[in-house]
């Protein structure tokens, strides 16, 4: 069989080299979809990913899970190249009333400084929700510099940046199958 996996991707000029492979994620993704199916069924609640790196993730899950729960779409930023500017910017909100009384679970790639994940899940605190969790796709525990806790996370991964499968650097690199970490 031939090996397609590409070792080494450059974007802007910056070297990744292959970190993680698209077969780890979706064993991965499968396992935490199992559980969110187990966990939540029979509990109506609405699943809210965040655009746009959270596509493929969210996708995968999604069908991961197999059951009728409802899927909403948001999209905020806080990031700038390869570092987080601390700043949430709200691009493409969840209709309030769509939150209000519902048990809601953010559906991430990743949670790095945490700062994104704390204002979303503190903003669908105000506006109602009766709980709010989070899954994501990868976590980097090291570079946590928020209070937010993730019940739901598929993998935990070093503090390097990373591109790929849904996580860009300044908009390329999401399309990769594989995630690629930073060399320099």
């Given at each position: 069989m031939l090996d397609r996996k590409m070792k080494e991707v450059t974007l802007h000029g910056r070297?990744?080299?292959?970190?993680?492979?698209?077969?780890?994620?979706s064993q991965a993704v499968a396992a935490l979809g199992a559980r969110l199916k187990n966990d939540f069924k029979g509990k109506n609640p609405l699943f809210v990913c965040i655009m746009n790196?959270?596509?493929?993730?969210?996708?995968?899950?999604?069908?991961?899970?197999?059951?009728?729960?409802?899927?909403?779409?948001?999209?905020?930023?806080?990031?700038?190249?390869?570092?987080?500017?601390?700043?949430?910017?709200?691009?493409?909100?969840v209709e309030p009333e769509r939150i209000k009384d519902r048990i809601v679970v953010i559906v991430e790639d990743l949670i790095d400084t945490g700062y994104t994940m704390k204002?979303?899940?503190?903003?669908?605190?105000?506006?109602?929700?009766?709980?709010?969790h989070i899954a994501t796709m990868l976590s980097k525990p090291a570079a946590l510099q928020c209070d937010v806790?993730?019940?739901?996370?598929?993998?935990?991964?070093?503090?390097?940046?990373?591109?790929?499968?849904?996580?860009?650097?300044?908009?390329y690199g999401r399309m990769y199958r594989d995630i690629y970490q930073i060399k320099d």
């Open positions: 070297q990744f080299e292959l970190y993680i492979t698209a077969e780890e994620i790196g959270a596509f493929m993730f969210a996708s995968e899950l999604m069908y991961a899970i197999d059951e009728d729960f409802e899927v909403a779409f948001a999209r905020y930023s806080s990031y700038e190249g390869t570092q987080s500017t601390m700043l949430l910017k709200e691009i493409m909100p204002c979303v899940r503190d903003l669908y605190q105000s506006q109602g929700a009766e709980e709010v806790h993730s019940e739901y996370v598929a993998m935990e991964i070093e503090p390097k940046f990373i591109v790929g499968h849904g996580l860009d650097f300044d908009g």
